[in-house]
């Protein structure tokens, strides 16, 4: 009964899981070359300090570019340095939705948060708090992904019990 258990469990799996990762790498692969060469350009104005045309590429890179954090956290570093220090902290923001788990951009959103003279204390319970917390240690698209892996373990789990089960009163006729 194991060997048909692990036979009826493995495959599926195995091809369950290739498929979300290739599905989940894909936007990887979305830098075109033409935004790249903008982006070292962007790049080159900005280690010159010209933050205000750094500001206008990375702008501009970022309306195509939506998935890529590099972009927003050197558009968020050049209004940093042109002294806009909400605009940066909101590309940081954007920044990190994208990439959460950046030490880099952690670090540069809480050193612009505590420049800010005014502080809003949140008020809110405690375990939504803690709620957001989490979830912010996680983009988008991975809660996707581990909502799909768990509703997949509760639906394995379900057939394994309906056709596994010993002792239920239809037969697997009624099953199927």
Do not use: C
């Not at 042109?82 to 923001?93: D, F, N, R, T, V």
């Not at 809110?124 to 698209?141: H, Q």
Request: proline content about 3%.
């Amino acid at each position: 009964a194991k060997d048909l258990v692990a036979r009826f469990f493995a495959a599926p799996l195995l091809r369950m899981t290739g498929l979300l990762l290739i599905i989940y790498s894909l936007p990887a692969f979305a830098w075109t070359g033409g935004d790249g060469a903008q982006f070292q350009k962007a790049n080159e104005i900005y280690r010159a300090g010209k933050f205000a045309q750094a500001v206008s590429i990375y702008q501009g890179l970022s309306e195509n570019n939506h998935e890529i954090s590099a972009i927003f956290y050197n558009l968020a570093n050049s209004l940093y340095r042109q002294g806009s220090a909400g605009p940066a902290i909101l590309a940081y923001e954007r920044a990190r939705m994208i990439e959460p788990r950046s030490g880099d951009i952690l670090y540069n959103l809480s050193y612009a948060r505590s420049l800010l003279e005014y502080r809003i204390e949140d008020k809110r319970n405690w375990y939504l708090r803690a709620a957001e917390k989490v979830l912010e240690y996680f983009t988008e698209k991975e809660i996707y992904l581990l909502a799909i892996a768990a509703y997949f373990l509760l639906m394995a789990g379900w057939a394994f019990v309906l056709f596994f089960r010993r002792g239920l009163p239809w037969g697997w006729g009624r099953k199927t």
